[in-house]
């Protein structure tokens, strides 16, 4: 016999998978650990950029400074032309 999708049985199936499902933990995976990065100044004079997210005041005060930057700032940090993250970094 084949099941009709609308009896009554199927409500009965879908409470039971339902139990199933929400005594079962879920797996999350563990929440990756975020570090900043070193970025070098290739620029003329000095730059000051502030993190978009921390405030805090990066100065690179010559070309090949070095400034290890907070996770949360990392990305602002891209769009700056004279900045680059530091190889292996």
């Known amino acids: ?3 009709d999708p609308c009896s009554a049985c199927s409500g009965t199936l879908r409470a039971a998978l339902s139990q199933i ?3 079962e933990p879920r797996y999350a995976p563990p929440p990756r650990e975020r570090t900043g ?3 070098v100044y290739d620029g003329d004079g000095t730059l000051t950029v502030r993190g ?3 405030g805090t005041a990066y100065r690179f005060m010559n070309r090949g400074v070095r400034l290890e930057v907070a996770a949360d700032d990392v990305f602002a940090m891209m769009a700056e032309p004279d ?5 292996g970094s």
């Open 1 to 3: 016999m084949i099941c």
């Open 21 to 23: 499902a929400e005594a």
């Open 37 to 39: 990065r070193t970025f």
């Open 52 to 54: 978009a997210v921390s």
């Open 83 to 87: 900045l680059r993250p530091e190889s």
